[in-house]
């Protein structure tokens, strides 16, 4: 059986970026063909058997939403976290609503940003590759992710400043598909503290897709909070991968509140 969901994302041309580097066509290219040929996992694949994918299968969204979605403001605060803060809605940069003010250590930046400016800085991350079709969604994001937050910091930096990466789902006329591809690097020794928030306006049947990469080196420290309080009517796939290095120390806390349909895929090496 075809798939609607894939053909009809896979059929919109992703918004063009100036001068994209041909390691990161190639690697979108690739997601493209591998979806394509294998399209979604049956329910015989093991990592799928307890996650029925046929009726969402069969529907159908758009993947560009409205860069000015109305939303309430209120909704996006969270008590303590009052520094640097980055926003998203529908899966687009809202810097209207952000904080990317410079902390010492910490640089936070849309990936779009990071693309135009220095694409080779991220290409460890975005060339990665999934090759099995259980990770369908992580291709979905490959091939058609063009933002999302990213986080550095350098060695030995200790972030006292609670980061908020904030995805918000809003009201569209008909049901968008977003794909945002969040970047977390703590260099050697470094320490840093996140929380990852998901929230939206009531009635909203968007699809969101997030892909995080994590990477802690050697000694370094990263504290995660998620907290996902969609609404009742949003569906939301995620997947988050961590790389420790030698003595590194990872503390992941997640609240699973919300959400139509909601599946989380951690990988941690």
């Known amino acids: 059986m075809a798939s609607v969901l894939l053909d009809a994302l896979l059929a919109e041309e992703v918004a063009p970026q100036a001068a994209a580097p041909e390691w990161l066509a190639a690697t979108r290219n690739e997601a493209r063909v591998a979806l394509r040929r294998d399209g979604m996992p049956a329910a015989r694949n093991e990592a799928w058997k307890y996650t029925n994918l046929r009726a969402l299968d069969q529907r159908r969204f758009h993947g560009q939403g409205d860069a000015q979605a109305a939303i309430d403001p209120a909704r996006i605060d969270l ?70 937050p990213v986080v550095r910091v350098e060695a030995g930096a200790q972030v006292d400043a609670l980061v908020h990466l904030v995805f918000v789902g809003a009201n569209e006329p008909s049901a968008i598909a977003w794909q945002l591809r969040a970047i977390i690097d703590v260099c050697a020794g470094a320490s840093l503290r996140i929380v990852e928030h998901h929230v939206g306006m009531a009635g909203q049947a968007n ?29 939301l796939v995620r997947r988050s991968e961590v790389v420790l290095g030698a003595d590194a120390h990872l503390n992941l806390r997640t609240i699973e509140a919300g959400a139509q349909w909601m599946r989380h895929d951690l990988a941690v090496n």
């Open 79 to 148: 008590p303590g976290a009052d520094g640097p803060r980055i926003v998203f809605v529908n899966g687009i940069h809202r810097p209207e609503l952000s904080r990317t003010h410079a902390v010492g250590g910490l640089r936070l930046q849309p990936l779009s940003e990071v693309l135009r400016e220095d694409p080779d800085s991220v290409r460890g991350f975005l060339a990665r590759s999934f090759d099995d079709v259980a990770q369908v969604f992580a291709r979905l994001n490959t091939a058609l992710a063009v933002d999302g």
């Open 207 to 235: 699809l969101g897709n997030l892909l995080s990469q994590m990477q802690v080196g050697e000694g370094a420290q990263l504290d995660f909070l998620q907290v996902q309080d969609s609404p009742e009517s949003a569906l």
